[in-house]
Nanobody, 115 residues
Framework: QVQLVESGGGLVQPGGSLRLSCAASGSIYRSYGMGWYRQAPGKQRELVATISSSGTTNYADSVKGRFTISKDNGKNTVNLQMNSLKLEDTAVYLC?????????WGQGTQVTVSS
């Protein structure tokens, strides 16, 4: 069974930075990519950023230029560096991993941007 564990959420002021990390454990034969999604209260889950096994990245328009996703394939970890955070970035951030053609999700980590 594959498990994803996120870390790094918290409370930050507008304009601040946070770094999220996600580590996958379990029996993984092949990774097709990992990513971050977020869900704010009363809103649908939305894509934040993804990174493929080859390193191709994809970002939501709302975070381009502010967030950077990176990975370590050897360890099946993915990170999200979030800079210039805005009030509207407040959400639960969920890690996603596509391993062996199955989607796996972490429990989520809360990011709150507030003055």
């Amino acid at each position: 069974q594959v498990q994803l564990v996120e870390s790094g959420g918290g409370l930050v002021q507008p304009g601040g930075s946070l770094r999220l990390s996600c580590a996958a454990s379990g029996s993984i034969y092949r990774s097709y990519g990992m990513g971050w999604y977020r869900q704010a209260p009363g809103k649908q889950r939305e894509l934040v950023a993804t990174i493929s096994s080859s390193g191709t990245t994809n970002y939501a328009d709302s975070v381009k230029g502010r967030f950077t996703i990176s990975k370590d394939n050897g360890k099946n970890t993915v990170n999200l560096q979030m800079n210039s955070l805005k009030l509207e970035d407040t959400a639960v951030y969920l890690c996603n991993g596509r391993f062996d053609l199955h989607d796996y999700w972490g429990q989520g980590t809360q990011v709150t941007v507030s003055s």
